[in-house]
């Protein structure tokens, strides 16, 4: 594997939930930016943007939408799109990013959403989709999207491409970047039987070329045991073996920003912090050994 250059610091953040408001923004941490749920903020004004006001002085902001929907053929909502273009112009976030999946279904005349990230078939329809979508959302933020690989627990079938080749299909036509999210990885090999999750992982990222990948995320899910279902509920430590991973993705892609996801059975805010520093760790060991 060509090496890559690592001498410059690679950004590295954590999801900021409301638990950790108080010791987030009391203080500013030794983090390079933190990541927020753009729909929680779609209110016009209030309580809630005072918060990204505020978290705005200490940290970069990076925008993470959970509900638009990018390929669902209902098309996303107005609204949405609207408000998160306001909420770009007005904070300027480092990132803008969302999932590729579909969550909007029409019902005769009632739009529904599905409240979970369902995975599409992986064949031109569903690109083409995703493409109109996608577009759509760039016009009205002024800047490429973000998009990041799901976790899933059923594979409906139906696909032309393998997962890697179909992002970089929506790469090439749209010109959005991508979000690699190592836990959703391991989520997927376990669900699929998979004996070496972790050489599946490898493989994958070694399937995407360096220049696509604007972002990584890390987190962890509750260990099950094999032939059990594993849910990606981001309510764990990040696992060894997906801090293996996260090494060879940094020698496979370089300084791309980083960021640990913590959702459920939130932590004290330092022990977010600590694993924040654990990546840190492993940029620094992988650039000492450059030198």
Partial sequence: MASVDLSVKPPVGVGLRHPHYEAALSRAADIDFVEVHTENFFGEGGASLAVLEQAAEHYELSF???ALGLGSAAGISTRAVTRLAQLVARFNPMLVSDHLCFCWVQ?????????????????AEALAVLTDNIDRVQQAIGRSLVVENISTYIDQGGHQWPEPEFLLRL??????QLLVDINNLLVNAHNAGLSAAEDYAIAWLDAIPRSAVAEIHLAGYTPVAPGQLAVDDHAAPVSDQAWRIYAHALQRLGNVPTLVEWDNDLPDWSVLLAEAERARDIQR???AAEA
């Fill in 171 to 176: 790469v090439e036509r749209t010109g959005c």
């Fill in 285 to 287: 060991a992988l650039q």
């Fill in 64 to 66: 993470h939408c959970t």
């Fill in 107 to 123: 019902q005769g005349d009632r739009r529904i959403h599905a409240g979970d990230l369902l995975p599409l078939p992986r064949n």
